[in-house]
């Protein structure tokens, strides 16, 4: 990277053994570096890797508007590059997933002529695919944040995966401080008149620590608010019903007869 410029990296959900090479060379030669986790072992070794490391987590506050939060943040991390730096933003997971302000600072540092990059780094959805030994591709997958779900009334295809993030803060825009009882409610009400109150579905929660396990808690959908849910805890619903098989398709692509063997 040039300088100025913004690189913004992820740290993975477990920072001692997540963090890619490239990323870790980033954080380390960066000008001025800029994290945000909440993860007390990420932000440890952040600062012990880079003197000029400055957490983000001050610009949430209670009553704030999350966009606020994030316009004020990408504002911040800007200022370091115009003022010539060569900066790199850290944030906990994958930095293009669930995170505006890491897209938005990109977008803005190259519109205004500054090199910008993200790495790609492993997301809580990649620990739930290995931790649950569940493959995408069986059935397809969908993926949705819990509270865009609710209120856009999206379409889902009950043949397919269904992945839902931040179960625990649905309706809340602001900080997040606990469960919202309320949001579960009504997540779990919505789901249960598409799925049924005894579909099974995992609550899941990631584990920041190499040593510490997953919490794998597999309950039915009508359960959901006697589980133990954290603010941050993904919901992953399987498919409902077997997917149905196009054969005029199938005839087509040349695939009538290893389809007709597989379904026997």
Not at 100 to 122: N, Q, S
Not at 166 to 189: D, M, P
């Amino acid at each position: 990277m040039s300088r100025p410029g913004l690189v913004v990296v992820g740290t993975g959900l477990q920072v001692s053994a997540h963090v890619a090479p490239l990323a870790r060379a980033h954080v380390v030669q960066a000008d001025k570096l800029l994290y945000l986790t909440t993860d007390l072992g990420a932000a440890a070794w952040l600062t012990e890797n880079n003197a000029s490391a400055e957490s983000l987590e001050g610009f949430y506050a209670p009553g704030k508007a999350r966009a606020d939060t994030y316009e004020e943040m990408v504002e911040h991390v800007l200022s370091f590059v115009r003022a010539g730096m060569l900066t790199c933003l850290a944030v906990y997971g994958h930095p293009g997933v669930f995170t505006y302000a890491t897209h938005e600072a990109v977008r803005r540092a190259r519109a205004e002529g500054y090199e910008a990059r993200m790495l790609p780094a492993i997301s809580a959805e990649d620990c739930l695919f290995a931790d649950l030994g569940v493959d995408p591709a069986d059935h397809g997958c969908q993926s949705y944040e819990a509270t865009d779900f609710l209120v856009h009334d999206r379409t889902i295809d009950t043949t397919s995966a269904l992945v839902l993030w931040q179960i625990g803060v649905v309706g809340n825009l602001g900080l997040v401080t606990q469960t919202s009882q309320r949001g579960l409610a009504i997540l779990a009400e919505t789901l249960v008149a598409r799925y049924g109150a005894t579909h099974p579905v995992v609550v899941y929660h990631a584990s920041p620590h190499p040593i510490v396990p997953p919490t794998i808690q597999r309950i039915m959908i009508g359960g959901i608010l006697e589980a133990e849910v954290v603010p941050m805890s993904t919901l992953y619903v399987p498919p409902l019903q077997p997917e149905r098989v196009d054969w005029a398709m199938a005839r087509r692509l040349g695939l009538e007869c290893e389809l007709a063997c597989a379904d026997e």
